[in-house]
């Protein structure tokens, strides 16, 4: 099973692998054909259930649907979980959908017209805007990147999303959100993805509501291709994976297939902070940290002072090296940012809430259950290269897995240092 690849097309979503997976995928989701790869490698039927304890936009459930395997999701980022939600969820009527949103759109084409507002940008309006622009609470509007969606743009997505409040059909309302998702971050917001977020060129307008029904189309037709598999069971809970056997059966696990984050620097809570904050996931502050204190910590921007996740690898000999060696480094560099000054600890908080994550897993696992983890190295922390594949095969070893494999799946080039960093598949084995 160890298969390399080198090209960064690897994760590209295949034409044939489209359905269903786009309709709201992060930029760097591993692929489709990874899931096929492993539920073919372990042997899996009818009988088992699929785990992905950090099942982000749902890659691995979508595709066990499609395979019609039963599946199960645990995901506390909102969003992604949404995401997720929808994505597995194919009973919905596709007529029913696009009903429902042609209405919704007319009707909030017709109130942004009455503000002097076209959704095309490109129709030039008759009069001006004869309403005050809609804006974000200021507590909201806070948690944005600055200028993440231009004011006409956030005008129509906030008038949208008052249409479809009123216009509620509980059964849609996770499409349709979903699909407003998608249509702000890939059509209307000035944001772009390489990998982390940030802002690209300026849009003074784009459209939103046009867009998003046609969103909303491409998943009706997505849903009347796949409705034949409605009824393979999958379940997606809003939980922490370190606390993974709270949301499951003790020994009803057959196989693990996820991708769980890197240490790295990079937030995941902020790759979603448009929809989640448009949504009306996440408000302020507060409810910003809640969230991330549900994730493991992979990076400097979601640790706090009371975090003890390292206690889990205080014993762990590389895992205590890597820190100890980052610290040093940092401190010859002469770096001193606070953020800097974290690189350290939360390694060892990254490391310690997998292994917390791997032992609170056991008892969900039926003996002889297999895993694969989709993890990649890292030099992210000062250059110092962390091999996260074979540190994660021993913390699993040490709480009482086997160690099948560690499957090259494709290699890169860090930036900063020039040298090739393995993204692999670390496969385990729970003996019971």
Known sequence: MATAFSSPSINALAVADRAVHDWYRFVLSFPPHLVRDYAGHFDLGVNDLVLDPFCGTGTTLVECKKLGLAAAG????????LASLAKTDWTVDPNRLVEHAADVALRAKARLAIDGVEDNPFIATRHAPSADLRVLPPEA?????????????????????DVLAECDDPLLRAHEQVALARTLVSVSSNLRFGPEVGLGPIKPDAPVVTPWLSAIRSMAADLTAVGGLAGVPTVVHRADAREAL??????????????????????????????????????????????????????TRGVYRDDDDDGWVRDHGEVQRLADEIERRRIEMGKTSGFERMYARVTRLYFGGMARHLAELRPALRPGARLAYVVGDQASYLRVMIRTGSILADLARGLGYDVESIDLFRTRLATATREQLREEVVVLRWPG
């Open 74 to 81: 645990i995901e506390c980022n909102p969003v992604p979980h």
């Open 141 to 161: 509007e806070a948690l944005l990147l600055s200028n993440s969606l231009s004011p006409l743009p956030m005008h129509k997505a906030l008038v949208l999303l």
């Open 246 to 299: 709270a949301a499951l059966a003790p020994a009803s696990v057959s196989a693990v297939i996820t991708s769980p984050p890197y240490p790295n620097e990079k937030d995941y809570t902020r790759t979603t902070r448009l929809e989640s904050v448009l949504l009306g996931f996440t408000r302020c502050k507060a409810e910003l940290r809640q969230l991330k204190g549900q994730l493991v910590r992979s990076n």
